[in-house]
């Protein structure tokens, strides 16, 4: 393992540091205050920020020149990564447009798909989405109902996808369809680009505990898709599907960042308040705080070794799985300790977007309340053991008895 940038990394993320503090006055920053209370006056600014950082080299930096990319490295992405955090900026609007859809594309369109959306997808003026998950099939992917039927020169899609973040606000998808039931499941299915704005698409976004709506139920009516826009051959789409999935665990195992608020902030927080607690209380806070510590410092260096294997060359592997596992508890338990350090005010103070700043009440509770989705999010943390259990321990596998059966002879959808 090893912490420190070589000097091309150091001179690298000098660069980036300058090119961040030249053009922080045109960049959304997460201390400004309140967020723009109209979402779609945020929605503009988000995409003002990520196209101001394409313009300066910014964003796509591990995607060849040829797709509009700056042909750098991964690590190099994963410094650019860490600098905007650490300046503040918060996460490009078109995340992940940028770490699954567009890889996706560039690894599967035509030349004309890649010339039509690479380079406008990495300056925001497309946002994109991803429309795997159906109320029925999520950890079962392969299991998804949505259809796609050949008509003339399109497909004519029906169907609904869920849980798909940032539809409200994209302008394209990337659509997993059944298009062969007579096939087995993984065999049956085919890929599109879908237009998101095209009739028959129909968006409905959910509300979260936290009170935001990051993601949305999409609907599919007779929607129809030009074989133009198929991503791979017909029966191909979960090849395509891997690609988009190695691809997000790339982006969300990779980094070697924090997931949520920063051991940093608990330690100012914690600063704060523990002067103050009533002395059985303090014995319970510290030791949350320390709990926390210890795990969160544990995620940052097992992210370091993942940021070394990417820096060597490598790809993340199965251990990805175990980086987003320990990184989601322990995120879980920062969040936790800094709850039980604010008490009451946990509850009765600030609510969202009350401008407490960073480490204001307001920002603890709404982490808190983002924490479940991020254990489910990019694969559950049962399933994630799973693939531990199968890919690293070499457990036996479980059984799928419908793998090799026809997808609508199998009674059922697992
Ligand atoms: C914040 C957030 C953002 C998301 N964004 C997107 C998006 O942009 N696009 C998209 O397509 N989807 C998205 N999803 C959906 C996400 O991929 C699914 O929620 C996830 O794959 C789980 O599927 P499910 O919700 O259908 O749960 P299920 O698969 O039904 O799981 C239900 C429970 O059963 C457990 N379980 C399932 N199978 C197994 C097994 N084999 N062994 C042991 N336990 C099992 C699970 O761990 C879970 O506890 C998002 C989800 C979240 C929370």
Redesign the pocket.
């Known amino acids: 393992m090893d912490f420190d940038d070589t000097p091309d990394e150091a001179a690298y993320r000098a660069r980036v540091r300058d090119l961040l503090a030249e053009h922080a006055a045109d960049l959304v920053h997460l201390d400004a205050g309140e967020e723009a209370a109209d979402p779609r006056e945020q929605e503009q600014a988000l995409r003002r920020t990520q196209r101001v950082l394409a313009d300066a080299g910014l964003v796509g930096v591990a995607w060849a020149a040829e797709h509009g990319g700056q042909a750098g490295s991964l690590a190099q992405q994963a410094i650019v990564g860490q600098e905007l955090a650490r300046a503040r900026v918060p996460s490009l609007i078109n995340h ?1 447009g940028i770490g699954m859809c567009g890889p996706t594309v560039i690894a599967h369109g035509t030349p004309e798909q890649h010339e039509k959306y690479l380079a406008r997808l990495l300056r925001a003026e497309d946002v994109w ?5 159906e109320p029925a ?4 992917l392969a299991a998804l109902r949505t259809t796609a039927v050949r008509d003339g020169e399109d497909w004519v899609v029906n169907g609904q ?1 869920v ?3 940032l539809a409200h606000v994209s302008d394209f998808g990337i659509l997993l369809t059944r298009t062969d039931p007579d096939r087995p499941k993984h065999g049956g299915l085919t890929m599109f680009v879908v237009d998101m704005h095209a009739p028959g698409v129909t968006v409905r976004p959910l509300r979260q505990m936290g009170g935001q709506s ?2 949305n139920e999409v609907f599919f009516d007779d929607v129809r898709i030009p074989d133009s826009e198929r991503l791979g051959e017909p029966g191909e789409g979960w090849r395509v599907a891997l690609t988009t999935l190695l691809n997000e665990r790339v982006a969300v195992g990779g980094g070697g960042n924090d997931l949520g608020l920063s051991i940093e902030s608990l330690a100012r927080l914690a600063g704060e308040k523990l002067p103050g607690l009533p002395a059985e209380r303090q014995v319970l806070a510290r030791q949350a705080v320390g709990r926390a510590a210890v795990a969160a410092l544990a995620n940052r260096y097992t992210g370091y070794r993942r940021l070394t294997a990417i820096s060597q060359g490598g790809l993340p592997g199965p251990e990805a799985s175990a980086g987003k596992l320990a990184g989601t508890a322990a995120a879980k338990l920062v969040a936790d300790a800094g709850v039980r350090l604010l008490g009451d005010d946990a509850v009765f103070a600030a609510a969202p977007g009350d401008g407490s700043g960073e480490d204001g009440a307001g920002r603890w509770q709404r982490n808190q309340a983002w924490l479940p ?1 991020i254990a ?8 994630l053991r ?1 693939i531990i259990g199968e890919r690293v321990l070499g457990l036996p596998p ?1 059984p799928r008895e419908d793998k090799h059966r026809p997808f609508n002879a199998s009674g059922s959808t697992r």
Do not use: P, R, Y
């Open positions: 992940i989405c991803q429309l795997f998950s099939s999520g950890s079962d996808k849980w798909t973040t990051d993601f989705g489910i999010a990019g694969g559950t943390d049962e399933v799973n479980e």
